[in-house]
């Protein structure tokens, strides 16, 4: 089967380097090409096209190691690599028609919006972009192949919120709906959001359900969508969930019809985020790290020193390097060179994985990389708000009585010989009430700043179920009540009416229970419709970032944090006592720890194999990357 993977911008690029370590871990299914849909040539996809380069180049190097699992071929290229205009109004140029067209159909900000960047905002301008483009001969549909036979397998990507990618989505998805198995992977707003990316994202979906386009379609995003405090320069967990499914979408058969909504709950993450497949990214990705962290902390020090002095080390001195290159000392400087240069490529790529990882790690949206300070500052916010609720509806139902009593007015009553204003005793219990009400009121805006809108609507909706809940339970009692109280009025005898009126008395308070609750669940409804008109989920957390790796449930946050600040050499005490520190660490690296984990040394001892045959470089990585995940199980 032929799997296509066409991806739409900087998130493309983000998404293809996931696709990269998916492959890498063992868990891609096949070969597969790559395209990268994008106009002009950015810093980002030239990093993700070098990074390819060094896979590929590791894929030589494995390929010689006897026996060994080489990682599935992945190709990659880039489409148009440049806009033939710079903008709508270029596009029309000198011709009076064309200027007329694009005067009419299209605002000042649209016409002149450069066509070489995401068009967030900008939807118009970029199908006429894409037009233009599926009209040159190179575009990527003249490469798949027509006629009968097996369909070739093509995913599309793109943010649903930047222009460029919504466009692509839709025009592509169109035109090969009938010649492909087609599946979009649609992205919701996640970082670096503008003020109206929802609605951009919201009316380029409508379009995708209008053109019958959502038949295979996932709609990938956070359950929290205030994530606009993420870096959009940084690796997202969106974009290494999107690997995970177009995984998915080219190994399964055959492919399910229908579209789906996947978004990370709230709460710590660990490997439980990717479901039936929690297992299999944990060895591979968790095998992965501990692989790259061997390859940093032990094995490329000592190989490149080695290498270098063959009479430095002898080859007893460690039991792998002797295993792998015992015949180094009989190889002249230049062989030598060539097994460094490869082990150089491999301990690259693996440490550009654990970067990547680290810096994923780092840009968790608030709701995930802070779990605990989140459950508490919404255990906080939720209790503030009970309070809060309960002495608004006091103060509702107590001035609703009051009015109705006359209280207001200033109603004097004498009480055994004394006067005593009711009026102005209400009213002072009234001042002290709002007084509470409003010190509440001020603990929750300070509560909602670090909670973030997503967060404190949910409370909201919460909340509000809870009072319909027990008010609809309270009312169906009073009423249940209610109508026995009035059976027995009816046949009690004079003698026991007083039974009947203790137990209207007792209703009355029900009833005034009752009204209590009903009004916090108006209140309830009315905070969360307001929350909802000023689109409050999109309001980020300003809980303050902790530095450096957030604790979670993939990877040790210590570990990473000590192999990223490793100094380059291990001369003098302090660096010594840092790089055994960082050692030390490897054991729990992957998360949750297993029973059987082990240190750096013992992990190592078992990575002992035969003569390499001529391929030393390729026998110990494909080794290593083979007992790192069976060390992750």
Known sequence: ????????????????????WTALAGLWPGETAITLLETGRTALSAQTEALYAQYARLREI?????????????TIS????????????????????????CRALFDEDTAAAGLDGSLAGHADAAGVLWADLLSRPDNPLAGLPCGEGEKPRVLLGGRLDEGFGAAGLRVLAGALKDSAEVGLLALEPYAGDAEDASACAAAALRQLEREGLTGRMLLLGLTEGDCAGQDKNAPSLVEWLSACYAASFFEKEPLPEGAVTFRAAPGRLDWEIFEEKAAAYRRGFGGLMRAAAAFRLEILPVAQRGLAAPNWLRDRAVGWYAAYFRQARQMDAAQREALAEDMRLAGALLEEYRRWMTALLGNLPPQLRSAGAMEKLLASAADNYRQLSEISAQLTVMR??????????????????????EDERMQRVLAQMEEK??????????????????????????ARAELAREAEKLHAQAEE???????A????????????????TKLERMERYTALVDARLEMAREDERCAEEDDMRRQPSQLPRESGVPENGLFSARALMLWDSLPDVQEGRREKRRWAEAEAAFAGATLPAADHEEDLAAFLRR??????NGAPAAALVANLLALAREAAV
């Open 400 to 421: 609703r009585e009051a009015s109705g009593s006359g209280l207001a007015q200033g109603k004097t009553v004498h009480r055994h010989g004394l006067e005593d204003n």
């Open 1 to 20: 089967m032929r799997r296509e993977l066409w991806l739409m911008g900087g998130a493309g690029c983000r998404v293809a380097q996931a696709v990269l």
């Open 78 to 101: 880039r489409w148009p690599g440049a806009a033939a205009h710079a903008s709508l109004r270029d596009w029309a140029g000198e011709d009076a028609d064309s200027m007329f067209l």
């Open 489 to 504: 009025a009816r046949v009690a005898q004079p003698d026991e009416q007083y039974k009947v009126a203790t137990a209207r």
């Open 607 to 612: 990575l002992k194999d035969m003569e390499a």
């Open 437 to 462: 009400r409003e010190r509440l009121d001020r603990a929750r805006q300070a509560l909602e700043a670090n909670l973030g809108g997503a967060a404190r609507l949910r409370m909201l909706r919460s």
């Open 62 to 74: 494995l390929a010689q190691a006897p026996g060994g699992k080489t990682p599935p071929a992945l």
């Open 481 to 487: 009540a209610r109508r026995r109280i009035d059976e």
